[in-house]
């Protein structure tokens, strides 16, 4: 009993030391830099989700834009679950004590920016070539005013199957080029059907989802309502740079609270 006993000490520990070998990863080098602890509030606010409930402290990035940091920072669009998948593991930059991961925000920039260019190649003004899924809450205002912005196909009610794969149904969508998912579990229906009529895939992807019928993945919180602003705002923007529709950043006509649910979250209606 005695050796069992030690032997799962042992195990426990090489677990320990897994978690930690992620702060060590080359590919993960990053100064770490903390700000003071958020509230309950705060936390809860940077989530928004049903599944996570408490977040260590707020990480920093390296970036030359001050601005742009604490921007990525307040949305949350960095914190993930503590749930980590195989597919995931790139993407990761630390956990905290808590348990939950935190994504490599270098990553999440460097895949909105070819994201952007990729979808830049399919959205033309009135066709349906791009379509934008989300069947998570949060996500429904953020897909249709980036679809409003583009002039995509939006989906955020049931997605109706055999919409891609059945010309013989009236909700068929013929000029289908590309899908655009919010959660890879939660558009799971669009996600299979775009497989098989053999449709590229750009979804977001949080640290519990898996590549299994994505093309490109973005890694961010897919979950958290200003995190899904941030994400589809500044997809959007840097769509239009790519389409000439504007000149610089500055010139893009919507704000980040237009591409923000103005859903209360529960905890907060209880208050």
């Given at each position: 009993m005695a050796k069992k006993k030690k032997k799962s000490e042992e195990n426990d520990k090489e677990k320990e030391d897994?978690?930690?070998?992620?702060?060590?990863d080359p590919i993960l080098d990053f100064d770490e830099d903390f700000e003071e602890d958020?509230?309950?509030?705060?936390?809860?606010?940077?989530?928004?989700?049903e599944d996570i409930s408490v977040l260590e402290e707020e990480e920093t990035?390296?970036?030359?834009?001050?601005?742009?940091?604490?921007?990525?920072?307040?949305?949350?669009?960095?914190?993930g679950t503590k749930l980590l998948t195989g597919d995931a593991r790139r993407f990761i930059y630390r956990q905290t004590n808590y348990g939950l991961y935190v994504i490599d925000l270098t990553q999440t920039e460097e895949r909105i920016a070819i994201a952007a260019k990729?979808?830049?190649k399919y959205i033309?003004?009135?066709?349906?070539?791009?379509?934008?899924?989300?069947v998570r809450r949060?996500?429904?205002?953020?897909?249709?005013?980036f679809c409003e912005a583009l002039s995509c196909r939006a989906v955020v009610d049931r997605f109706i199957p055999g919409s891609l794969t059945n010309p013989n149904i009236a909700t068929y969508i013929k000029d289908a080029s590309v899908v655009f998912i919010v959660d890879?579990?939660?558009?799971k229906v669009i996600l299979e059907e775009a497989r098989l009529a053999r449709i590229p895939v750009v979804a977001l992807f949080d640290t519990d989802d898996t590549l299994n019928g994505i093309d490109l993945a973005v890694p961010a919180n897919n979950r958290g309502k200003k995190a899904l602003g941030l994400a589809f705002w500044?997809?959007?923007?840097?769509?239009?740079?790519?389409?000439?529709?504007i000149a610089s950043e500055d010139d893009f006509p919507y704000t980040l609270e237009d591409f923000t649910s103005n859903i209360i979250p529960l905890y907060k209606q209880q208050q």
């Amino acid at each position: 009993m005695a050796k069992k006993k030690k032997k799962s000490e042992e195990n426990d520990k090489e677990k320990e030391d897994d978690l930690l070998d992620l702060e060590e990863d080359p590919i993960l080098d990053f100064d770490e830099d903390f700000e003071e602890d958020l509230d309950l509030e705060e936390e809860l606010d940077l989530l928004d989700t049903e599944d996570i409930s408490v977040l260590e402290e707020e990480e920093t990035i390296i970036d030359k834009d001050e601005e742009k940091k604490q921007l990525y920072l307040s949305s949350g669009i960095h914190i993930g679950t503590k749930l980590l998948t195989g597919d995931a593991r790139r993407f990761i930059y630390r956990q905290t004590n808590y348990g939950l991961y935190v994504i490599d925000l270098t990553q999440t920039e460097e895949r909105i920016a070819i994201a952007a260019k990729f979808l830049s190649k399919y959205i033309e003004e009135g066709s349906d070539k791009v379509i934008v899924s989300s069947v998570r809450r949060y996500g429904k205002e953020p897909v249709r005013k980036f679809c409003e912005a583009l002039s995509c196909r939006a989906v955020v009610d049931r997605f109706i199957p055999g919409s891609l794969t059945n010309p013989n149904i009236a909700t068929y969508i013929k000029d289908a080029s590309v899908v655009f998912i919010v959660d890879p579990h939660a558009d799971k229906v669009i996600l299979e059907e775009a497989r098989l009529a053999r449709i590229p895939v750009v979804a977001l992807f949080d640290t519990d989802d898996t590549l299994n019928g994505i093309d490109l993945a973005v890694p961010a919180n897919n979950r958290g309502k200003k995190a899904l602003g941030l994400a589809f705002w500044l997809l959007a923007r840097d769509i239009s740079l790519e389409l000439g529709k504007i000149a610089s950043e500055d010139d893009f006509p919507y704000t980040l609270e237009d591409f923000t649910s103005n859903i209360i979250p529960l905890y907060k209606q209880q208050q």
